[in-house]
């Protein structure tokens, strides 16, 4: 069968302030859309790929004709899950006898109810866990001529009645999985994460595992239980995708695990593997603040790991506890410290709007930030994300916007009891404009500068300091011209 994945059309300027875009648009390898292509053409099906983030949907419509595919599956995030909707209602106008289908994590945390949203001449099913077996046994039925009736991990229609499978069990022996199917996009190199994230390029994005053993408020998990914990890859079949992708052309790899660090003794030999098979090139990987010390630290630097991801989250220690990041603030001064004594580049996103956070607490936390001084510091709003235990107690916590459009990182989808949403607007700018704007940040930044990279990040990061401190509101909505939006619920 000739499948085509979707991802549907959208505008950086729909996410990103304008003025501040040139340090935060960054374009992903849509990991997950690609392993399960991978999986479809392991059992013999035709896929194409078509990426949203650079294509109309104007020509993603006229390549679809020109393909005319038997199914379509449609990526959506809760950002996304309006276009996903018009993309599908469209799409059954040019393939109007194709299967259609939807997957990703807004599908996964909703299930059948996407179905009932988007109307039965749309979609046909939602993915609801993880996508490859599930994707490949309902096509494989339907190729047959079978129904869908009993396969795992999938809500669908039968004569107008929306039925609910149940979910799938979670694929434990992730090494039985295909590589990702990175040969289906059309310009690897147009994949570029945020200018001052990556040394090489271009950048592939990998997992070495899948999960998280760890009960984050506002985490996203398909084990809602976390019954499972965390699933690993071998460190061999890590390292031979990373064999691939190097002979594929990568220069730089981003391992976007929640934490590489969660065991140990792997990530110690995951990085003595890389140097074992003397593989050259730069890596990129997130951590969790109680899990590495200077040893592992060093290994990862001497393996060609240049940065890390530490989630700070917040310099309020009741605030951590509120979010249960199962985390202390000594831990994180502890791991910001190691890593920059071994060389390694630090990044530290922190989380403004915590529920019960007041306004002198998130000053406190700017002031942490600065205090840390990590060579990259991002500034969050909390986001509800469906399928987190935010959004299910969200009355609880305070109040979420009912503009799914407002569900990224940049927006403001979540006010807790203890802030206004203009405080959290204001307070985002405010963390920006103090820690990039410190001298000692700035100099460093400058004796730091070796190469054409560098000097468009800084080039970059003026700009957007430049609006930072003369634009007036520039978190809040509708800030560059955007449409205002006003709907709230408690």
Avoid at 17 to 44: H, K
Avoid at 56 to 66: V, Y
Avoid at 68 to 80: D, L
Avoid at 180 to 203: E, I, K, N, Q
Wanted: proline share 5%; glycine share 8%.
């Amino acid at each position: 069968m000739r499948v085509a994945l979707v991802v549907p059309a959208w505008r950086p300027e729909e996410i990103f302030s304008a003025r501040t875009a040139g340090t935060q648009i960054n374009y992903w390898q849509p990991l997950g859309t690609l392993y399960v292509a991978s999986a479809l053409q392991a059992s013999g099906h035709t896929v194409r790929f078509y990426n949203g983030a650079f294509l109309t949907h104007p020509e993603i419509m006229e390549r679809l004709k020109g393909f005319s595919p038997g199914a379509v599956g449609i990526y959506s995030t809760t950002f996304g899950w309006d276009k996903a909707k018009a993309f599908a209602t469209d799409a059954r106008q040019i393939v109007p006898e194709a299967f259609i289908f939807v997957g990703g994590p807004y599908p996964v945390a909703l299930g059948a109810q996407c179905l009932a949203d988007a109307g039965a001449e749309a979609l046909d099913a939602a993915v609801t866990g993880e996508g490859e077996l599930t994707s490949v046994e309902a096509l494989l039925r339907l190729c047959s001529g079978a129904t869908l009736a009993g396969v795992k991990g999938l809500a669908w229609r039968e004569r107008g009645e929306i039925r609910d499978n149940g979910p799938r069990e979670l694929i434990m022996d992730l090494d039985a999985l295909p590589f990702p199917a990175r040969d289906l996009l059309d310009d690897a190199g147009s994949y570029v994460p945020p200018p001052a994230t990556y040394r090489r390029w271009p950048v592939a994005v990998m997992t070495t595992s899948r999960g998280c053993n760890r009960h984050c408020l506002y985490c996203f998990q398909i084990d809602r239980t976390r019954s499972r914990g965390i699933r690993y890859r071998s460190v061999d079949d890590v390292l031979d995708e990373i064999e691939l992708c190097l002979k594929q052309g990568y220069r730089e790899i981003k391992f976007i695990d929640d934490t590489l660090a969660a065991d140990y003794d792997r990530a110690m030999a995951l990085a003595a593997g890389i140097k074992g098979r003397g593989l050259d090139f730069t890596w990129f990987a997130s951590a969790c603040v109680n899990q590495v010390d200077k040893p592992l630290l060093q290994a990862f630097k001497d393996a060609g790991c240049w940065a890390i991801l530490f989630g700070a989250e917040s310099g309020v220690q009741k605030n951590l506890n509120t979010i249960r990041k199962g985390i202390r603030l000594a831990d994180t001064r502890a791991a910001v410290k190691a890593a920059q004594e071994v060389g390694l580049k630090v990044l530290t996103p922190f989380l403004i709007g915590i529920p019960g956070e007041t306004y002198d607490e998130a000053l406190e936390t700017i002031r942490f930030a600065c205090e840390l001084n990590p060579d990259v510091a991002n500034f969050h709003a909390i986001t509800p994300f469906p399928g987190t235990d935010l959004y299910d107690r969200m009355a609880e916590f305070g109040s979420v916007s009912a503009e799914l459009t407002d569900y990224t990182y940049q927006g403001i989808a979540f006010v807790p009891h203890t802030m206004t949403r203009e405080q959290i607007a204001e307070l985002r700018q405010l963390a920006f404009k103090r820690f990039y704007s410190r001298p000692s940040f700035l100099l460093r930044r400058l004796v730091q500068m070796r190469s054409m990279n560098d000097l468009r990040v800084a080039v970059n990061g003026m700009r957007s300091l430049f609006w930072i401190w003369v634009s007036k509101g520039l978190f809040k909505r509708g800030a560059d011209g955007g449409r205002p939006r006003e709907s709230w619920r408690g």
